[in-house]
């Protein structure tokens, strides 16, 4: 819900300036989340986690790296779709006479 939410309000802001290229904008104003999913992966796997070896720290990295690039996928697709219904409602409002 944040991400749609940011995502609306970020193109909002970008169509008030007349800046009409809002399609991969909205896809990864929504898929940012993500950059902060494998920082706190990383922040987490040397604060808390005690990893003896390296091999280990790698994996862990490597997963949270494809679980991150999942994340930002799905987030980037509800931020683009959330926007995509806002712009066409917007759209639909406006009567051209």
């Given at each position: ?12 802001f ?19 989340s ?64």
């Amino acid at each position: 819900v944040t991400c749609a939410e940011i995502s609306i309000v970020m193109c909002y802001f970008q169509l008030c300036c007349e800046n009409y290229h809002w399609w991969w904008r909205a896809f990864f104003t929504g898929g940012c989340s993500s950059l902060y999913v494998f920082l706190y992966s990383i922040y987490y796997a040397y604060s808390k986690l005690k990893m003896a070896r390296t091999v280990a720290t790698i994996m862990y990295i490597c997963y949270m790296f494809l679980v991150s690039c999942t994340f930002f996928l799905i987030t980037g697709s509800v931020g683009f779709l959330a926007t995509f219904m806002f712009v066409r409602a917007i759209y639909a409002a406006i009567k051209v006479d």
